[in-house]
């Protein structure tokens, strides 16, 4: 069993903690734990793939956090140590770090990064091969307990010879694989440069992708001026690196404006997510975003299931069902939790091509259902093209969209030292306190309670769920009139606040500041 030292460092499907010191605050990713970390997957990786470690192959690469280089030293030094080929990536994109078991032949690999969180955190993120049992190559929640258990116990494997350590310069194939994606599907060659005319803004918020516009865009033929904050910059000087970051897209939708551009395009530091922004400087974020990544993918497979996280709104489901034929399923939140309902629903029979979460993590079946934000914009490129022939926009595609008038998302932190329980406990409450006022549960909310409100009680909803990581429970609401939202927060503040466990002060602040 971990112990607290070891469980700490695991958040869902990653390794996450502190890398770096600000105000002496304690750090613990050392480069200690770094390489008995590093030294357990290659003991899981050996068992999974059946092999000797010094036949492994394993590729390690980095965004472009301040830690990231010591990280990676102290990585490739434990893993040679253990007598593993491995492949220095330098700086790559998450993705990218995955797709090194396909084109370069890697047993596994390890990307370090913390996503969008402060500047002073790092982590670990560990991919595998595909198999034929195996569709996706994230390592599990599970595998990441065993992983730590074996750094945690020194259950390592020792080689009787150091490996090798080599450079590889991966990010060009990845960029030219993403490339030849777009000539395919536009059916052209790079020399005909099929995105002449184009007008793209990427902002890459000083994280690992700003090679999209570089060896991407720009190269077949995008005009890439107006794009900013593609020089990697660990300290992230100009916004937090996060496409649901209110400050971020505004940003990126100023920067579209002022470039009188086609198309904006933002990532996260690591490149695992992505927004965009359309020529009238509106945010396609969020239910937008799921809407536009289904009406792409859905052409292809008809009246196929796309999985999304709980808190899709109503005007979605009925875009996905309705508008598009395919069939909408929600799921538990957390892109982990959203990828593997669409590989179990394909291995039930199912055809889900699509597993997307309104934070910007898509997964789709033809790309080994790796979230990946740059092959998503790629999607978005190509119809994007496809439509500017028709003489039509991105825009176009989600006219029929229907749209809450209001949303709101407002989190209150839980006390308590079992956290889960008390927040089970909350939510029980709630079904019963729904029950007493007669307002109607959702059947498919998944997790958490989905209260429904009608015309006359704010008319739309709310969701209750517990936090995929953290002792949280936010509460996100949608409706279909002016200061719906308010009226719905004030009818669950009476029960709310009498929780003694939950902080509701973001709530009161809420109600206080609209009145």
């Not at 797709?99 to 993120?125: W, Y």
């Not at 971020?248 to 579209?256: E, I, N, P, Q, Y």
């Not at 002792?471 to 927060?489: D, T």
């Not at 009818?491 to 809420?510: N, V, W």
Request: aromatic share 6%; with cysteine.
């Amino acid at each position: 069993m971990l112990t607290q030292q070891w469980k700490h460092l695991k958040s869902g499907t990653d390794v996450r903690g502190t890398a770096l010191s600000v105000d002496n605050s304690p750090i613990d990713l050392t480069d200690e734990v770094v390489q008995r970390i590093a030294k357990g997957f290659v003991r899981w990786l050996a068992g999974y793939t059946g092999k000797d470690a010094s036949t492994l192959k394993i590729a390690v690469g980095r965004d472009s956090r301040l830690s990231g280089p010591r990280i990676a030293a102290a990585v490739s030094e434990a893993l040679t140590a253990c007598g593993v080929q491995v492949l220095d990536c330098g700086m790559a994109s998450t993705p990218a770090m995955f797709m090194t078991t396909v084109d370069l032949g890697c047993d596994g690999s390890v990307q370090i990064t913390a996503s969008h969180h402060p500047f002073d955190r790092n982590g670990l993120k560990f991919f595998c091969a595909v198999s034929d049992t195996r569709i996706s190559g994230g390592l599990e929640g599970a595998e990441i307990e065993e992983i730590l258990q074996f750094a945690q116990d020194g259950d390592f494997i020792t080689g009787d010879a150091a490996g090798r350590l080599e450079k590889a310069d991966y990010m060009p194939q990845y960029a030219a694989g993403l490339r030849r994606r777009i000539c395919d599907a536009l059916g052209t060659t790079e020399q005909e440069q099929p995105l002449t005319g184009m007008h793209i803004v990427v902002d890459a918020g000083n994280g690992a992708g700003g090679f999209y516009a570089s060896q991407v865009l720009k190269p077949l033929g995008a005009d890439v001026s107006g794009s900013q904050f593609l020089e990697p910059d660990g300290r992230f000087p100009n916004h937090i690196p996060n496409p649901e970051n209110e400050d971020a897209m505004a940003s990126v939708c100023s920067a579209v404006l002022e470039a009188k551009a086609d198309l904006g395009i933002i990532f996260d530091t690591d490149v695992d997510r992505a927004g965009c922004v359309d020529a009238a400087g509106r945010e396609i974020n969020r239910n937008r975003l799921v809407a536009l990544a289904s009406a792409i993918v859905l052409e292809q497979y008809p009246g196929g299931t796309v999985v999304t996280d709980s808190i899709t709104s109503d005007g979605l489901k009925v875009f996905i069902e309705q508008v598009l034929g395919g069939v909408h399923c929600r799921f538990k939140r957390g892109y982990r939790n959203v990828i593997d309902e669409a590989i179990r629903l394909n291995q039930a029979g199912v055809c889900a091509p699509l597993a997307i979460e309104t934070s910007g993590h898509a997964a789709v079946k033809d790309n080994y259902f790796l979230d990946d934000g740059a092959y998503l914009m790629t999607l978005v490129v190509i119809k994007a093209m496809q439509l500017r022939k028709e003489g039509k926009t991105i825009d176009d595609l989600l006219s029929d969209l229907p749209e809450p008038l209001e949303g709101k998302e407002l989190r209150f932190a839980i006390t308590m030292p079992d956290f889960h329980a008390y927040g089970e406990q909350v939510l029980t409450g709630l079904e019963a306190h729904a029950a007493q006022q007669g307002w109607p549960l959702a059947p498919d909310s998944q997790e958490g309670v989905r209260v429904i409100f009608d015309r006359e009680h704010g008319d739309g909803w709310a969701l209750l769920r517990l936090s995929v990581h953290d002792p949280v429970m936010p509460l996100n609401i949608e409706s279909n009139q002016p200061f719906g939202c308010r009226r719905i927060a004030e009818q669950l503040a009476g029960y709310l606040t009498a929780q003694a466990g939950l902080d509701c002060r973001e709530l009161e602040k809420y109600l206080e500041c609209r009145r």
